[in-house]
């Protein structure tokens, strides 16, 4: 089987000695992968239910640092050579579908191919209402990951290149990527599709 | 469109609230691969689990491979805060399990 963990992006040990001694690690020891959880802005108080646990309680300590999720890859792309990267997840609605396929495909080409993307629809109302993405149009999450491989070219298969960008005058090169996406199957029901 | 589905899990008998089990759920799963004229071998399972302890993810191990998991992602949870004790269960869990894509 293939086992890969989180890096410690959050908490007390959101650190760059940590960040690289744990990438090293897994680069050492054999492991496939490190992943990186998706939080832009962390609420003091939860009040929303992760739906992930049977407490409801989220594990991480929201007081703690939280590093950005992207560039945190992008640093770790580039003190290891074979460990994939993974997102575990972004939250699709956060970001522009644009901006956030330029960056993943910036990262898996300076990872020379190693990157894994993880897509969800997010948990935490409190995020989102920050962030000004209303929570009642948790329905846009998906339209954001249908765009993000639509214009990223993350659909089947690797390798693809994909030229559909906003606008037939711009250049976004890379437009290729080798990453994947991951989405639930049970999106049609009001879940949210992947924990955030 | 996706190329894996990727799930939560406490335990191998508890993967949050799918509204059912793991097996149950990727029942589902390869049938809408099926309807959709994709082999649902191809399909990438994760499932990311809390890794307390070494000697759990361990003892749970085989249990998510005969589940069809293909990929472990070990989370941890916030009383694990000092990078000496996430490397030793790390370290552990390196020396003891079979890992595939080393």
């Keep these: 089987m293939k086992i890969g963990f989180m890096l410690p992006v959050m908490g007390a040990m959101a650190t760059q000695e940590n960040m690289v001694a744990m990438a090293q690690l897994a680069e050492a020891r054999g492991f496939e992968s490190v992943w990186v959880p998706d939080h832009v802005i962390m609420p003091t108080r939860i009040v929303s239910t992760y739906p992930y646990t049977k407490s409801g309680g989220f594990i991480a ?20 050579k074979r460990v994939r990267l993974g997102f575990s997840v972004l939250v699709a609605p956060y970001r522009h579908p644009v901006v956030t396929g330029k960056m993943m495909a910036t990262i898996d080409v300076l990872s020379n ?22 929570t009642e ?7 954001n990951i249908f765009g993000f491989g639509k214009n990223y070219g993350l659909r089947k298969s690797p390798n693809m290149t994909v030229n559909i960008i906003a606008s ?22 009001e879940r949210p599709a992947l924990g955030g | 469109m996706a190329d894996g589905w990727q799930v939560v899990s406490e335990a191998p008998d508890d993967v949050y609230s799918l509204g059912g089990d793991l097996k149950t759920a990727l029942a589902t799963l390869y049938q809408m691969a099926e309807e959709a004229g994709r082999d ?43 990078p000496n004790e996430m490397s030793i269960i790390l370290e552990m869990i390196a020396a003891e399990a079979p890992m595939e894509g080393s």
């Design chain 1, 61 to 80: 300590d929201p007081k703690g640092s939280h590093l950005d999720p992207i560039t945190s890859l992008a640093f770790v792309a580039g003190c290891t």
């Design chain 2, 40 to 82: 649902p071998k191809t399909i990438e399972v994760n499932a990311v689990i809390i890794a307390g302890t070494a000697e759990g993810v361990l003892r749970d191990l085989s249990q998510y491979e005969r589940m069809g998991v293909t990929r472990l992602i070990l989370d941890f949870p916030s009383f694990v805060s000092d």
């Design chain 1, 113 to 134: 191919g190693r990157l894994d993307v993880g897509v969800g629809a997010g948990w935490l109302n409190e995020e989102f209402e920050a962030l000004g993405v209303p």
């Design chain 1, 137 to 143: 149009k948790n329905g846009r999450a998906r339209k």
């Design chain 1, 168 to 189: 037939p005058t711009c250049n976004t090169a890379p437009s290729h990527c080798r990453s994947h996406i991951r989405r639930s199957p049970l999106a049609a029901t």
